[in-house]
């Protein structure tokens, strides 16, 4: 069956922001993220935030190097009364990890002048997908209001450049991105949905918190880990994983048969070993084009893709048919 998308916009519940601002926000989430941020140009009024250089990959991990949330971190400067330059900093992140995680920053704030903030009533996050360039002149557009566009790794399908962008806006902007909208693209949540899980760049949610090391769901292999930049909470568990191999883990891109919803944070099972899972579901979506199929990015160990099957919640479960990431592995 052939895969027909078109270009869309739909309103991201699942995605928020949490902002970081301060005369000492650079130093502080330096110490803070598995990702460097001190190199991140800041964006100005009406300008793309490109994807890695000025919309970056990071992660937050506890002190036993677990991720506790991965997101996309854009910066912007403003001034103060007596006209000192403040960064501030959006962190594009889960939105039911919104909350937790701007209290848990918050804990390490002390004495530095850093305000975190966690702004799920203030900013809607919505995703704009473009198919091979067909919308470039609208996304000028949209980011000559003011309204946040931050650019995401292009994801290809069936020979379709697909090009995503997560747009912020306050909600008294909303009704303008609407307007703005109304007349070029169609809502399609599941597309944004499964181009995430086709794009293998994890989001961790609350029912991952905590439950991989960066590199068990790729972080290294998609510049999401600085290796050089120095101490953040977890860092000894990250680069001994990196420097001595012990990643036996990684996270794959499958699907399964099946019209029902996968829950994130489903255990996955080897047919060797009915007792042990091997892995869990990490996101999952239904295919835009065939009705019976969830595709979903799975953490899974190497060892149990070399023999035998992997099912979806217990050997029982529906086979996982596993295909290529869309990237090469930083090996270790």
Same mark, same amino acid.
């Given at each position: ?5 078109? &270009? ?6 699942? *995605? ?12 502080? /989430? ?41 997101? *996309?971190i854009t910066r912007k400067n403003t ?7 403040? &960064?501030e900093y959006q962190l594009r992140i ?19 002048? %850093? ?37 995401? &790794?292009? %994801? ?20 303008? /991105? ?6 070029? /693209? ?5 597309? *944004? ?49 990196? $420097? ?10 499958? $699907? ?25 579901? %990490? ?21 149990? /893709?070399e023999t035998g099957s992997v099912h ?15 990237? &090469?592995?930083?090996?270790?």
């Amino acid at each position: 069956m052939s895969l027909t998308l078109a &270009p869309s916009i739909t309103e991201l519940n699942n *995605w928020s922001i949490i902002t970081v601002t301060g005369p000492d926000a650079t130093d502080f /989430l330096q110490n803070q993220l598995t990702n460097s941020v001190k190199s991140i140009k800041p964006i100005d009024l009406g300008e793309l935030a490109l994807a890695h250089t000025q919309n970056r990959f990071a992660g937050y991990c506890s002190a036993k190097g677990r991720l506790m949330g991965s997101f *996309w971190i854009t910066r912007k400067n403003t001034q103060n009364e007596s006209g000192e330059v403040i &960064p501030e900093y959006q962190l594009r992140i889960s939105s039911d990890l919104a909350q937790t995680l701007s209290k848990r920053l918050s804990m390490f704030v002390l004495r530095s002048k %850093v305000k975190v903030t966690d702004q799920s009533g203030h900013y809607k996050v919505y995703g704009l997908v473009d198919i091979n360039n067909s919308m470039a002149t609208l996304v000028q557009k949209i980011g000559a209001t003011g309204i946040g566009v931050a650019e995401l &790794p292009i %994801v290809q399908v069936d020979g379709m450049n697909c090009q995503r962008y997560l747009l912020t806006c306050t909600t008294e902007q909303e009704t303008l /991105l609407q307007d703005i909208c109304s007349n070029n /693209l169609n809502t399609a949540i599941n597309v *944004w949905d499964w181009l995430e899980v086709q794009s293998g760049i994890p989001r961790v949610t609350q029912s991952t918190y905590e439950q991989f090391v960066p590199q068990m769901v790729n972080m290294e292999s998609l510049k999401g880990i600085d290796f050089q930049k120095g101490c953040y909470p977890g860092q000894e568990v990250v680069a001994r994983s990196q $420097y001595r191999g012990t990643i036996k883990r990684r996270l794959q891109i499958g $699907y399964v048969d099946s019209h029902n919803e996968v829950a994130i944070g489903t255990e996955i099972f080897h047919s060797e070993d009915p007792q042990q899972p091997c892995g869990m579901v %990490v996101l999952s979506a239904h295919h835009p084009s065939i009705e019976q199929r969830i595709d979903i990015q799975a953490e899974c160990k190497l060892e149990a /893709l070399e023999t035998g099957s992997v099912h979806l919640g217990s050997v029982h479960g529906p086979t996982i048919q596993f295909a290529s990431l869309p990237y &090469p592995l930083i090996e270790i």
